[in-house]
């Protein structure tokens, strides 16, 4: 068990309303956890595992989450500005809705993903895979 910023962290938590802005949670195992509407602002995320994490109305904004894998992740009414996801895996993941602003998403994986009615603003789309994703009313 790993306890940052007095929250204790790791599989199947309840974290939601969290407060872990600008705290390095770098290769943790988040599987299952509910980390609806906590503050991940400016935090350090990399190689950690998202896999069906409830991220929805998480604030994500200038966080680094590069080589996160984010399958089946619910990030529905995510704040997302200026964030890394490179090298990310957000296959059958629901983004439905999610405005994306300013975020690096070179070589991330949107397979299956639920992007119904995204926005994706003035990011990096660098060997960005959509295949086989819902983008019906997204704006890419």
């Given at each position: 068990?790993?306890?940052?910023?007095?929250?204790?962290?790791?599989?199947?938590?309840?974290?939601?309303?969290?407060?872990?802005?600008?705290?390095?949670l770098?290769?943790?195992?988040?599987?299952?956890?509910?980390?609806?509407?906590?503050?991940?602002?400016?935090?350090?995320?990399?190689?950690?595992?998202?896999?069906?994490?409830?991220?929805?109305?998480?604030?994500?904004?200038?966080?680094?989450?590069?080589n996160?894998?984010?399958?089946?992740?619910?990030?529905?009414?995510?704040?997302?500005?200026?964030?890394?996801?490179?090298?990310?895996?957000?296959?059958?993941?629901d983004?439905?809705?999610?405005?994306?602003?300013?975020?690096?998403?070179?070589?991330?994986?949107?397979?299956?993903?639920?992007?119904?009615?995204?926005?994706?603003?003035?990011?990096?789309?660098?060997?960005?895979?959509?295949?086989?994703?819902?983008?019906?009313?997204?704006?890419?």
């Open positions: 068990m790993t306890t940052i910023n007095g929250y204790e962290v790791g599989v199947n938590k309840d974290l939601s309303g969290a407060d872990l802005s600008g705290q390095d770098t290769g943790l195992d988040l599987w299952g956890s509910n980390l609806s509407g906590a503050n991940l602002s400016n935090a350090t995320c990399t190689l950690a595992n998202f896999q069906f994490v409830n991220l929805d109305g998480a604030n994500l904004t200038n966080a680094d989450f590069s996160v894998n984010f399958r089946g992740a619910d990030l529905q009414h995510s704040i997302v500005n200026g964030t890394n996801f490179t090298e990310c895996d957000f296959s059958e993941a983004l439905d809705g999610v405005r994306i602003e300013n975020a690096n998403l070179t070589n991330t994986r949107f397979f299956k993903t639920n992007l119904h009615g995204a926005q994706f603003i003035s990011n990096v789309l660098s060997r960005t895979h959509f295949s086989h994703a819902v983008l019906s009313s997204a704006f890419l």
